[in-house]
């Protein structure tokens, strides 16, 4: 009776160099399907948490929920119980729905609604209250993602109208270069930004100055008041 050969050394070091081409071969596109699966998600928590921020104000006579850098939508804190007793919690009564999953670290929740609507920001100095006092629903945007060193945000996201040259809170880039949001009329969309200085700054709890940046112009346009001139 013969013996069974096995692999000599020749053989498995080209096996296992296969194997290595192999995965450097998939190993980016594995990585590009869960980005695009993490964002696929992202956007079904936008447009989750905006279908509750529209339920909440046909409960309540069209008045928008408030939305406080201290809290009410969500409360103030970095535990979980910012989010769950918040008063638009009720209209989901699921925590995930608040995380974006490509965020990293323990933060709660990675959207924030936009100042306008109903905030307190003294950088915005005339607020919407119901939802007819937005003049353009398809064009103001409601929830947007952010990023906040502090690692959780508080309820509203602050910004210059224009012609103010300054983030306050900023956009987050958690996938890639651009940032989710959502729009008061319900629709969601994914903004890819133009100006690097976007997706680079420093991510410390300061104002970061964008000074002719497009992308800054073009939230601006979407903050619901004072919109830059038509370019």
Same mark, same amino acid.
Not at 26 to 36: E, G, I, S, V
Not at 39 to 55: E, I
Not at 196 to 207: A, I, L, P, V
């Given at each position: 009776?013969?013996?069974?050969?096995?692999?000599?050394?020749?053989?498995?070091?080209?096996?296992?160099?296969?194997?290595?081409?192999?995965?450097?071969?998939?190993?980016?596109?594995?990585?590009?399907?869960?980005?695009?699966?993490?964002?696929?998600?992202?956007?079904?928590?936008?447009?989750?948490?905006?279908?509750?921020?529209?339920?909440?104000?046909?409960?309540?006579?069209?008045?928008?929920?408030?939305?406080?850098?201290?809290?009410?939508?969500?409360?103030?804190?970095?535990? =979980?119980?910012?989010?769950?007793?918040?008063?638009?919690?009720?209209?989901?009564?699921?925590?995930?729905?608040? =995380?974006?999953?490509?965020?990293?670290?323990?933060? /709660?929740?990675?959207?924030?609604?936009?100042?306008?609507?109903?905030?307190?920001?003294?950088?915005?100095?005339?607020?919407? *209250?119901?939802?007819?006092?937005?003049?353009?629903?398809?064009?103001?945007?409601?929830?947007?993602?952010?990023?906040?060193?502090?690692?959780?945000?508080?309820?509203?996201?602050?910004?210059?109208?224009?012609?103010?040259? /300054?983030?306050?809170?900023?956009?987050?880039?958690? *996938?890639?270069?651009?940032?989710?949001?959502? /729009?008061?009329?319900?629709?969601?969309? /994914?903004?890819?930004?133009?100006?690097?200085?976007?997706?680079?700054?420093?991510?410390?709890?300061?104002?970061?100055?964008?000074?002719?940046?497009?992308?800054?112009?073009?939230?601006?346009?979407?903050?619901?008041?004072?919109?830059?001139?038509?370019?």
């Amino acid at each position: 009776m013969s013996r069974r050969r096995g692999f000599t050394i020749v053989e498995m070091l080209v096996v296992i160099a296969m194997i290595a081409v192999l995965a450097g071969i998939l190993l980016p596109a594995l990585t590009k399907a869960r980005d695009a699966a993490r964002r696929t998600v992202c956007m079904s928590n936008l447009r989750q948490l905006t279908q509750a921020y529209l339920g909440y104000a046909a409960d309540h006579d069209r008045e928008l929920i408030t939305n406080h850098r201290h809290g009410d939508w969500v409360m103030d804190g970095a535990d =979980r119980d910012a989010v769950t007793t918040g008063k638009l919690y009720p209209y989901l009564n699921n925590d995930r729905v608040y =995380r974006c999953p490509q965020q990293e670290g323990e933060r /709660f929740h990675s959207y924030s609604i936009n100042d306008y609507l109903n905030g307190d920001s003294p950088l915005i100095l005339s607020h919407a *209250h119901r939802i007819s006092d937005v003049s353009n629903q398809a064009a103001t945007f409601a929830f947007i993602e952010e990023f906040d060193p502090r690692f959780y945000n508080h309820g509203g996201f602050e910004m210059m109208p224009y012609p103010g040259k /300054f983030w306050f809170d900023h956009p987050a880039v958690f *996938h890639g270069k651009g940032s989710g949001l959502s /729009f008061v009329d319900g629709h969601c969309d /994914f903004w890819p930004w133009a100006d690097q200085r976007t997706w680079t700054y420093d991510q410390g709890y300061d104002q970061v100055k964008a000074d002719g940046s497009p992308d800054l112009l073009r939230l601006q346009g979407a903050l619901g008041i004072n919109p830059p001139p038509a370019q």
